[in-house]
């Protein structure tokens, strides 16, 4: 068992199991998952109809694919939010306004551009608060042509989730002055750092105390696991192509993956996982790497960047690694 204090796993893989909107997650039935595969990755609870459960050509071992209908889980312990069928995650700097407060430009082009032949619209609609994330509201703008709204995440976020992603600023730029695992201080890395230092979440929480707690740290490591491609039993080449978005050797993400196999503690996790965070070079293109990581394997939607500059909506500079032809 992965951690002392997780119940088992109890679960078989069935032709027939859950399904949702035809959107593909990939389920990795192992001890990562102390909530009894409650949720894909996450924890998170899942909508009982019928799925069509199949072997998937880019992963093996323990891990299969899945596809979900009605709910989908966040990269946090929130709970599971109903999404329509076509899920969105743009991004673009966030500046301060005359008055000082961050603020993204408004685009000219929607996500929903290629819908059709029709031309965006595109106007602002609300911001949204949030009680955690950003210490600032997030704007959502609507496509009138497409009737389509969505938001604009800043650099660091990514849907749902509560800390920052990377040590970015709204803008973009890099916030951190040191190099290696160390940098990632203060983002969804600190259950790594902390694991690795043998520094265990509490358990439970005081009264009035909203510190995080032990299960949000064992969840937060095998998030990270997984993003970074040291899950074990991930298929080869979907763990090189990581090692390439994230411009690391591959060989380290294989190491990383064997040590979590050999020593499945939190303090191995946390020391596989802060392994590769070593070897990460800290540049402006960081998020954005980890971003299109994410969505490599199915964490979050594909990103799409909007240029203010450029005044165009593109995908990540990372997204041809993993729409590359397999060798045959």
């Known amino acids: 068992m992965l951690f002392p204090f997780a119940p088992p796993l109890q679960f078989k893989p069935s032709p027939r199991l859950l399904i949702t909107n035809q ?36 992963l093996s071992g323990e891990c299969m694919a899945a596809q979900v209908e009605s709910k989908v889980p966040s990269i946090d312990e929130s709970p599971a939010v109903p999404i329509n069928r076509c899920r969105i995650y743009v991004i673009s700097p966030y ?4 008055a000082g407060r961050l603020r993204p430009g408004l685009p000219t082009v929607g996500p929903c551009r290629d819908w059709d032949e029709r031309t965006c619209r595109i106007c602002f609609d609300h911001d949204r608060d949030r009680k955690t994330g950003p210490d600032f509201p997030l ?12 938001t604009i995440y800043p650099p660091g976020y990514v849907p749902y989730g509560r800390q920052p992603m990377a040590p970015v600023a709204p803008d ?3 916030v951190s002055t040191t190099s290696g695992a160390e940098s990632f201080a203060g983002t969804y890395f600190d259950a790594a750092l902390d694991a690795a230092q043998q520094r265990a979440w509490p358990h439970e929480s005081g009264e009035g105390n909203l510190m995080p707690r032990f299960p949000s740290q064992t969840r937060h490591l095998s998030h990270s696991a997984l993003l970074l491609g040291i899950q074990p039993g991930l298929h080869g080449q979907l763990r090189d192509e990581i090692a390439q978005i994230l411009s690391v050797g591959g060989q380290r993400l294989h190491d990383g993956a064997a040590r979590i196999e050999h020593q499945p503690g939190y303090f191995g996790l946390g020391q596989a996982i802060c ?6 070079v800290p540049t402006t293109s960081l998020f954005e790497r980890l971003a299109e990581a994410g969505a490599a394997i199915c964490l979050w939607p594909t990103p799409q960047l ?6 165009i909506l593109r995908r990540s500079r990372f997204h041809r690694i993993r ?6």
């Open 23 to 58: 959107i593909q997650l990939h389920i990795a039935f192992n001890p990562f998952f102390h909530h009894k595969i409650e949720g894909l990755f996450y924890g998170t609870p899942l909508i009982s109809t019928d799925i069509c459960v199949s072997n998937h050509p880019r």
């Open 95 to 98: 500046y301060p306004d005359n």
């Open 139 to 150: 704007r959502v703008f609507r496509c009138i042509t497409h009737k389509k709204g969505f």
């Open 172 to 174: 973009g730029s890099l």
């Open 275 to 280: 392994g590769v965070l070593d070897a990460i």
């Open 306 to 311: 909007w240029d203010p500059h450029r005044k």
């Open 323 to 328: 729409t590359r032809s397999s060798p045959t």
